[in-house]
Protein backbone atom coordinates (compact mmCIF):
# COMPACT_ATOMS: atom_id res chain seq x y z
CA UNK A 1 0.00 0.00 0.00
CA UNK A 2 1.30 3.65 -0.94
CA UNK A 3 1.35 6.34 1.63
CA UNK A 4 2.74 9.79 0.61
CA UNK A 5 3.45 11.25 -2.66
CA UNK A 6 3.21 8.38 -4.62
CA UNK A 7 -0.20 7.55 -3.28
CA UNK A 8 -1.86 10.26 -5.12
CA UNK A 9 0.09 9.98 -8.34
CA UNK A 10 3.19 12.58 -7.49
CA UNK A 11 6.55 11.46 -8.63
CA UNK A 12 8.86 10.07 -6.05
CA UNK A 13 11.90 12.16 -4.88
CA UNK A 14 14.66 11.21 -2.84
CA UNK A 15 15.17 14.18 0.29
CA UNK A 16 18.96 15.94 -0.01
CA UNK A 17 20.80 14.63 2.75
CA UNK A 18 21.27 17.35 5.30
CA UNK A 19 25.14 18.20 6.39
CA UNK A 20 25.53 19.04 10.27
CA UNK A 21 27.44 21.74 10.68
CA UNK A 22 28.73 24.35 13.90
CA UNK A 23 27.69 27.46 12.98
CA UNK A 24 31.22 29.84 12.30
CA UNK A 25 33.33 26.17 12.34
CA UNK A 26 33.25 25.38 8.79
CA UNK A 27 33.72 22.07 7.93
CA UNK A 28 36.37 19.83 9.68
CA UNK A 29 38.90 19.88 6.82
CA UNK A 30 39.14 23.70 7.05
CA UNK A 31 41.88 24.98 8.55
CA UNK A 32 42.58 26.00 12.46
CA UNK A 33 45.80 28.21 12.71
CA UNK A 34 47.10 26.16 10.27
CA UNK A 35 45.73 25.37 7.10
CA UNK A 36 44.39 21.81 5.61
CA UNK A 37 46.91 19.96 3.68
CA UNK A 38 44.82 17.19 2.81
CA UNK A 39 43.08 18.37 -0.55
CA UNK A 40 46.94 18.66 -1.87
CA UNK A 41 47.46 21.19 -4.66
CA UNK A 42 44.72 22.71 -6.72
CA UNK A 43 42.20 20.89 -4.84
CA UNK A 44 41.62 23.42 -1.74
CA UNK A 45 38.32 25.32 -1.56
CA UNK A 46 37.58 28.60 -0.37
CA UNK A 47 38.59 29.03 3.10
CA UNK A 48 41.26 26.25 3.02
CA UNK A 49 38.89 22.99 3.20
CA UNK A 50 39.22 20.20 0.75
CA UNK A 51 39.97 16.72 0.14
CA UNK A 52 39.39 14.45 3.00
CA UNK A 53 37.93 15.61 6.43
CA UNK A 54 39.88 15.92 10.21
CA UNK A 55 39.40 14.21 12.60
CA UNK A 56 37.60 10.95 13.90
CA UNK A 57 37.27 9.40 10.57
CA UNK A 58 38.89 11.17 8.73
CA UNK A 59 42.80 11.12 7.14
CA UNK A 60 45.54 13.01 9.47
CA UNK A 61 47.56 15.16 7.05
CA UNK A 62 51.21 14.24 7.18
CA UNK A 63 51.99 18.30 7.29
CA UNK A 64 50.36 18.51 10.25
CA UNK A 65 52.17 15.51 12.10
CA UNK A 66 55.23 16.86 10.58
CA UNK A 67 54.48 20.83 12.50
CA UNK A 68 53.36 18.20 15.90
CA UNK A 69 56.49 16.84 15.56
CA UNK A 70 58.32 20.06 14.95
CA UNK A 71 56.15 21.62 17.95
CA UNK A 72 57.18 18.58 20.18
CA UNK A 73 61.24 18.69 19.62
CA UNK A 74 61.02 23.08 20.01
CA UNK A 75 59.48 22.58 22.94
CA UNK A 76 61.90 19.94 24.48
CA UNK A 77 64.62 22.16 23.44
CA UNK A 78 63.59 25.57 24.53
CA UNK A 79 62.62 23.50 28.06
CA UNK A 80 66.33 22.69 28.53
CA UNK A 81 67.55 25.88 27.97
CA UNK A 82 65.25 27.63 29.95
CA UNK A 83 66.08 25.08 32.73
CA UNK A 84 69.65 25.77 32.23
CA UNK A 85 69.38 29.52 32.81
CA UNK A 86 67.00 28.85 35.34
CA UNK A 87 69.30 26.81 38.19
CA UNK A 88 72.51 28.43 36.77
CA UNK A 89 72.98 31.33 39.38
CA UNK A 90 75.75 33.00 37.16
CA UNK A 91 73.53 32.90 34.17
CA UNK A 92 71.80 36.18 35.67
CA UNK A 93 73.74 39.26 32.99
CA UNK A 94 71.12 40.96 30.54
CA UNK A 95 72.12 38.95 27.68
CA UNK A 96 70.91 35.72 29.73
CA UNK A 97 67.65 37.31 30.16
CA UNK A 98 66.85 38.23 26.61
CA UNK A 99 68.19 34.74 25.64
CA UNK A 100 66.00 33.12 27.91
CA UNK A 101 62.87 35.37 26.55
CA UNK A 102 63.79 33.75 23.31
CA UNK A 103 63.46 30.08 24.05
CA UNK A 104 60.60 31.33 26.58
CA UNK A 105 58.95 32.47 23.12
CA UNK A 106 59.90 29.39 20.83
CA UNK A 107 58.72 26.95 23.91
CA UNK A 108 55.25 28.66 23.44
CA UNK A 109 55.63 28.53 20.29
CA UNK A 110 55.98 24.57 20.48
CA UNK A 111 53.52 23.77 22.64
CA UNK A 112 51.14 25.94 20.46
CA UNK A 113 52.15 24.05 17.19
CA UNK A 114 50.99 20.57 19.54
CA UNK A 115 47.90 22.37 20.84
CA UNK A 116 46.50 22.76 17.54
CA UNK A 117 47.35 19.51 16.70
CA UNK A 118 45.26 18.56 19.36
CA UNK A 119 42.30 20.85 18.93
CA UNK A 120 41.87 20.30 15.21
CA UNK A 121 41.93 16.38 15.58
CA UNK A 122 41.45 15.28 18.73
CA UNK A 123 39.01 17.57 20.75
CA UNK A 124 35.04 16.59 19.95
CA UNK A 125 32.99 18.01 19.56
CA UNK A 126 35.05 20.93 18.51
CA UNK A 127 35.08 24.14 20.07
CA UNK A 128 35.43 27.77 18.54
CA UNK A 129 37.22 28.56 21.96
CA UNK A 130 39.93 25.92 21.57
CA UNK A 131 40.78 27.21 18.16
CA UNK A 132 40.90 30.66 18.80
CA UNK A 133 43.15 30.11 21.63
CA UNK A 134 45.17 28.21 19.88
CA UNK A 135 45.88 30.76 17.11
CA UNK A 136 46.25 33.46 19.80
CA UNK A 137 48.88 31.40 21.36
CA UNK A 138 51.27 31.09 18.22
CA UNK A 139 50.51 34.82 17.25
CA UNK A 140 51.64 35.65 20.56
CA UNK A 141 54.69 33.21 20.91
CA UNK A 142 55.47 34.00 17.26
CA UNK A 143 56.01 37.37 17.90
CA UNK A 144 57.55 37.22 20.85
CA UNK A 145 60.48 35.02 18.87
CA UNK A 146 60.44 37.90 16.35
CA UNK A 147 61.08 40.57 19.05
CA UNK A 148 63.28 38.45 21.21
CA UNK A 149 65.46 38.43 18.02
CA UNK A 150 65.39 42.24 17.41
CA UNK A 151 66.12 42.80 21.16
CA UNK A 152 69.42 40.35 21.39
CA UNK A 153 70.29 42.58 17.93
CA UNK A 154 70.08 45.73 19.77
CA UNK A 155 71.71 44.66 22.45
CA UNK A 156 74.68 43.86 20.50
CA UNK A 157 74.64 46.63 19.11
CA UNK A 158 74.75 48.39 22.34
CA UNK A 159 77.30 46.16 23.52
CA UNK A 160 79.68 47.13 20.42
CA UNK A 161 78.43 50.95 19.96
CA UNK A 162 78.94 51.53 23.89
CA UNK A 163 81.55 48.84 25.11
CA UNK A 164 82.74 51.22 27.96
CA UNK A 165 79.82 52.15 29.19
CA UNK A 166 77.76 48.95 28.49
CA UNK A 167 77.82 46.81 31.40
CA UNK A 168 77.23 49.57 33.48
CA UNK A 169 74.30 51.49 32.16
CA UNK A 170 72.72 48.47 31.22
CA UNK A 171 70.93 46.88 34.22
CA UNK A 172 68.79 43.92 34.98
CA UNK A 173 65.90 45.60 36.50
CA UNK A 174 66.19 48.05 32.98
CA UNK A 175 65.99 44.52 30.81
CA UNK A 176 63.15 43.28 32.85
CA UNK A 177 61.05 46.10 32.56
CA UNK A 178 61.85 46.12 28.50
CA UNK A 179 61.26 42.75 28.40
CA UNK A 180 58.09 42.79 30.13
CA UNK A 181 56.75 45.43 27.75
CA UNK A 182 57.73 43.46 25.10
CA UNK A 183 55.77 40.28 25.93
CA UNK A 184 52.72 42.26 27.29
CA UNK A 185 52.78 44.25 23.48
CA UNK A 186 52.91 40.36 22.12
CA UNK A 187 50.28 38.79 24.40
CA UNK A 188 48.06 41.93 23.22
CA UNK A 189 48.47 40.52 19.67
CA UNK A 190 47.75 37.40 21.06
CA UNK A 191 44.29 38.37 21.82
CA UNK A 192 43.09 39.54 18.44
CA UNK A 193 41.56 36.46 17.48
CA UNK A 194 39.48 35.97 20.75
CA UNK A 195 38.69 39.75 20.72
CA UNK A 196 36.69 39.48 17.11
CA UNK A 197 39.67 39.70 14.73
CA UNK A 198 38.94 36.29 13.19
CA UNK A 199 37.66 35.45 10.13
CA UNK A 200 35.12 32.42 11.66
CA UNK A 201 31.94 34.22 10.93
CA UNK A 202 33.20 35.18 7.11
CA UNK A 203 35.12 32.58 5.80
CA UNK A 204 35.79 34.79 2.27
CA UNK A 205 37.72 36.89 4.34
CA UNK A 206 40.15 34.05 5.84
CA UNK A 207 43.97 34.40 5.16
CA UNK A 208 46.29 31.53 4.31
CA UNK A 209 46.01 31.39 8.52
CA UNK A 210 42.74 30.44 9.38
CA UNK A 211 41.00 31.96 11.17
CA UNK A 212 43.53 35.21 10.86
CA UNK A 213 42.04 37.19 8.33
CA UNK A 214 43.67 38.60 5.05
CA UNK A 215 43.72 41.96 6.06
CA UNK A 216 45.42 41.23 9.52
CA UNK A 217 47.49 38.63 8.05
CA UNK A 218 49.11 41.50 5.63
CA UNK A 219 49.92 43.60 8.82
CA UNK A 220 51.17 40.97 10.57
CA UNK A 221 53.60 40.63 7.44
CA UNK A 222 54.44 44.15 6.88
CA UNK A 223 55.39 44.19 10.63
CA UNK A 224 57.61 41.66 10.21
CA UNK A 225 59.25 42.79 6.93
CA UNK A 226 59.74 46.54 8.92
CA UNK A 227 61.51 44.25 11.70
CA UNK A 228 63.69 42.54 9.79
CA UNK A 229 64.65 45.49 8.10
CA UNK A 230 65.64 47.18 11.26
CA UNK A 231 67.74 44.27 12.31
CA UNK A 232 69.61 44.21 8.78
CA UNK A 233 70.33 48.12 9.69
CA UNK A 234 71.56 47.13 13.18
CA UNK A 235 73.59 44.35 11.08
CA UNK A 236 75.15 46.80 9.05
CA UNK A 237 76.10 49.83 11.52
CA UNK A 238 77.11 46.36 14.01
CA UNK A 239 79.80 45.55 10.72
CA UNK A 240 80.82 49.29 10.06
CA UNK A 241 82.04 49.46 13.85
CA UNK A 242 83.55 45.49 14.06
CA UNK A 243 85.53 46.92 10.76
CA UNK A 244 86.47 50.15 12.51
CA UNK A 245 87.70 47.90 16.01
CA UNK A 246 89.91 46.05 13.39
CA UNK A 247 91.36 48.89 11.68
CA UNK A 248 92.33 50.27 15.64
CA UNK A 249 93.40 46.69 16.23
CA UNK A 250 95.82 46.53 13.13
CA UNK A 251 97.29 49.28 14.37
CA UNK A 252 97.67 48.44 18.03
CA UNK A 253 99.26 44.66 17.74
CA UNK A 254 98.59 44.29 21.09
CA UNK A 255 97.43 40.90 22.63
CA UNK A 256 94.88 42.34 24.46
CA UNK A 257 93.65 43.95 20.99
CA UNK A 258 94.18 40.60 19.47
CA UNK A 259 91.28 38.96 21.70
CA UNK A 260 88.80 41.91 21.25
CA UNK A 261 88.95 41.23 17.70
CA UNK A 262 88.74 37.20 17.48
CA UNK A 263 85.83 38.16 20.40
CA UNK A 264 84.36 40.32 17.66
CA UNK A 265 84.53 37.96 14.74
CA UNK A 266 82.89 35.14 16.79
CA UNK A 267 80.06 38.04 17.31
CA UNK A 268 79.70 38.86 13.98
CA UNK A 269 79.97 35.62 12.25
CA UNK A 270 77.40 34.44 14.72
CA UNK A 271 74.82 37.61 13.72
CA UNK A 272 75.56 36.82 9.93
CA UNK A 273 74.28 33.19 10.74
CA UNK A 274 71.23 34.07 12.78
CA UNK A 275 70.22 37.05 10.28
CA UNK A 276 70.36 34.86 7.54
CA UNK A 277 68.96 31.71 8.98
CA UNK A 278 65.93 34.48 10.09
CA UNK A 279 65.69 35.48 6.57
CA UNK A 280 65.66 31.98 4.82
CA UNK A 281 63.14 30.74 7.17
CA UNK A 282 60.71 33.36 7.90
CA UNK A 283 60.82 36.16 4.54
CA UNK A 284 59.42 33.24 2.13
CA UNK A 285 56.37 32.99 4.03
CA UNK A 286 56.05 36.54 5.33
CA UNK A 287 55.74 37.31 1.38
CA UNK A 288 53.50 34.20 0.79
CA UNK A 289 51.04 35.76 3.29
CA UNK A 290 50.53 38.79 1.76
CA UNK A 291 49.87 37.85 -1.44
CA UNK A 292 48.03 34.36 -1.44
CA UNK A 293 44.55 33.66 0.17
CA UNK A 294 42.45 30.88 1.21
CA UNK A 295 41.94 30.05 -1.96
CA UNK A 296 45.55 28.90 -3.03
CA UNK A 297 46.69 25.28 -2.36
CA UNK A 298 47.51 24.83 0.90
CA UNK A 299 50.43 22.65 0.51
CA UNK A 300 52.11 25.56 -0.59
CA UNK A 301 51.48 27.37 2.77
CA UNK A 302 52.82 24.11 4.00
CA UNK A 303 55.68 23.78 2.55
CA UNK A 304 56.29 27.40 3.57
CA UNK A 305 55.14 27.56 7.30
CA UNK A 306 56.94 24.63 8.55
CA UNK A 307 60.74 26.21 7.60
CA UNK A 308 59.67 29.14 9.27
CA UNK A 309 58.50 27.02 12.47
CA UNK A 310 61.85 25.34 12.08
CA UNK A 311 63.62 28.74 12.97
CA UNK A 312 62.46 28.15 16.90
CA UNK A 313 64.41 24.95 16.50
CA UNK A 314 67.64 26.26 15.18
CA UNK A 315 67.72 29.68 17.74
CA UNK A 316 69.24 27.75 21.00
CA UNK A 317 71.95 25.68 18.64
CA UNK A 318 72.68 29.39 17.58
CA UNK A 319 71.91 31.47 20.62
CA UNK A 320 72.39 29.33 23.52
CA UNK A 321 74.48 26.10 22.93
CA UNK A 322 77.08 28.17 21.29
CA UNK A 323 77.63 30.23 24.39
CA UNK A 324 80.49 28.79 26.51
CA UNK A 325 79.08 29.57 29.86
CA UNK A 326 75.80 27.44 28.78
CA UNK A 327 77.70 25.03 27.52
CA UNK A 328 79.90 24.66 30.69
CA UNK A 329 76.59 24.60 32.48
CA UNK A 330 75.17 22.00 30.43
CA UNK A 331 78.57 20.20 31.11
CA UNK A 332 78.32 19.84 34.90
CA UNK A 333 74.72 19.45 34.19
CA UNK A 334 74.86 16.13 32.11
CA UNK A 335 78.52 14.48 33.56
CA UNK A 336 79.38 16.61 36.34
CA UNK A 337 82.92 17.69 34.60
CA UNK A 338 84.40 19.95 32.46
CA UNK A 339 86.27 18.57 29.78
CA UNK A 340 90.10 19.81 29.53
CA UNK A 341 89.84 21.05 26.29
CA UNK A 342 86.51 23.61 26.67
CA UNK A 343 87.72 26.68 26.45
CA UNK A 344 87.73 29.20 29.31
CA UNK A 345 87.91 32.48 27.98
CA UNK A 346 85.83 35.29 29.58
CA UNK A 347 82.97 35.93 28.55
CA UNK A 348 82.97 39.68 26.23
CA UNK A 349 80.35 41.71 25.44
CA UNK A 350 80.78 40.85 21.87
CA UNK A 351 79.95 37.29 22.21
CA UNK A 352 75.99 36.80 21.72
Avoid at 21 to 48: D, I, K, M, V, Y
Avoid at 99 to 118: K, M, Y
Avoid at 194 to 207: E, P, V
Wanted: charged share 10%.
Amino acid sequence: MLHGPAAMGEPWQPQPQQQQRLPGLGNASEPSAWPSAAGGPGTAAPGGGGGAGAGAGGAVSPWDIALCATGTAVAGENALVLAVLFYTPSLRAPMFLLIGSLALADLLAGLGLVANFAVRYLLRPPSEAAELGAAGLLLAAFSASVCSLLAITVDRYLSLYNALTYHSERTLGFTCAMVLLMWLLCLGVGLLPLLGWNCLRDQSACSILRPVTKDNAAVLAVTFLLLFALMMQLYLQICKIAFRHAQQIAVQHQFIATAQATSTRKGLSTLSLILGTFALCWIPFAIYSLVADSSYPVVYTYSLALPATCNSLINPIIYAFRNPDIQKSLWLACCGCIPSTFSSRPRTSSDV
